[in-house]
T-cell receptor, first 112, second 113 residues
Framework: DVKVTQSSRYLVKRTGEKVFLECVQD?????MFWYRQDPGLGLRLIYF???????EKGDIPEGYSVSREKKERFSLILESASTNQTSMYLC???????????FGSGTQLSVL | AQSVTQLGSHVSVSEGALVLLRCNYS??????LFWYVQYPNQGLQLLLK??????LVKGINGFEAEFKKSETSFHLTKPSAHMSDAAEYFC???????????FGKGTRLHILP
């Protein structure tokens, strides 16, 4: 069974902290994505990666960075967390071509 | 800017009535298009996808969608709503066929008894 694992289901951090959100997939997929989901705003793409060490900005990359050192792992980094980054963060993967996304269970991040 | 637009953040239909959820896209090339559903406290599940084969696409749970290039639309329909269809529905697109997938803001479907 396909699996996309996000390291934490709930996370509480303080303003200014550096935050790492980890995502690991076991499907050998090339593409990996980070979205944030907020009520009324749907899913907004933060960053995506189509290969190891490759990254592309999505629609809202400000305040975030990513790392993809290995094919199976895609990390989202909040360099200095702010309260407006409180959100549900979803990692997703897909193969090449118009394939469906496989989602992790999400990390609900609260920045206080 | 290229985008995916869902008309109506909330839609209410009576049980047994037609479901119509609207999605329009803006793209310079024919896109790949998807509909996902999210039930309360669950992850996103693919309903159906359009990848430039047949313009009428059938999905799971009796849903279907039609790609209309002239209208830049990909509306989701179901002939007869069921209470279990209450959920949030997201239209998504790979607008430039470049593996980048973006989503609309979602439409919450309410089913009235």
């Amino acid at each position: 069974d396909v699996k996309v694992t996000q390291s934490s289901r709930y996370l509480v951090k303080r303003t200014g902290e550096k935050v790492f959100l980890e995502c690991v997939q076991d499907m050998d997929h090339e593409n990996m994505f980070w979205y944030r989901q907020d009520p009324g705003l749907g899913l907004r793409l933060i960053y995506f990666s189509y290969d190891v060490k490759m990254k592309e900005k999505g629609d809202i990359p400000e305040g975030y960075s990513v790392s993809r050192e290995k094919k199976e792992r895609f990390s989202l980094i909040l360099e200095s967390a702010s309260t407006n980054q409180t959100s549900m963060y979803l990692c997703a993967t897909s193969g090449r071509g118009p394939e469906k996304l496989f989602f992790g269970s999400g990390t609900q991040l609260s920045v206080l | 800017a290229q985008s995916v637009t869902q008309l109506g953040s909330h839609v209410s239909v009576s049980e047994g009535a037609l479901v119509l959820l609207r999605c329009n896209y803006s793209s310079s090339v024919p896109p790949y298009l998807f509909w996902y559903v999210q039930y309360p406290n669950q992850g996103l599940q693919l309903l159906l996808k359009y990848t430039s084969a047949a313009t009428l696409v059938k999905g799971i749970n009796g849903f279907e969608a039609e790609f209309k290039k002239s209208e830049t639309s990909f509306h989701l329909t179901k002939p007869s709503a069921h209470m279990s269809d209450a959920a949030e529905y997201f239209c998504a697109s790979e607008l430039n066929r470049d593996d980048k997938i973006i989503f609309g803001k979602g439409t919450r479907l309410h089913i009235l008894p």
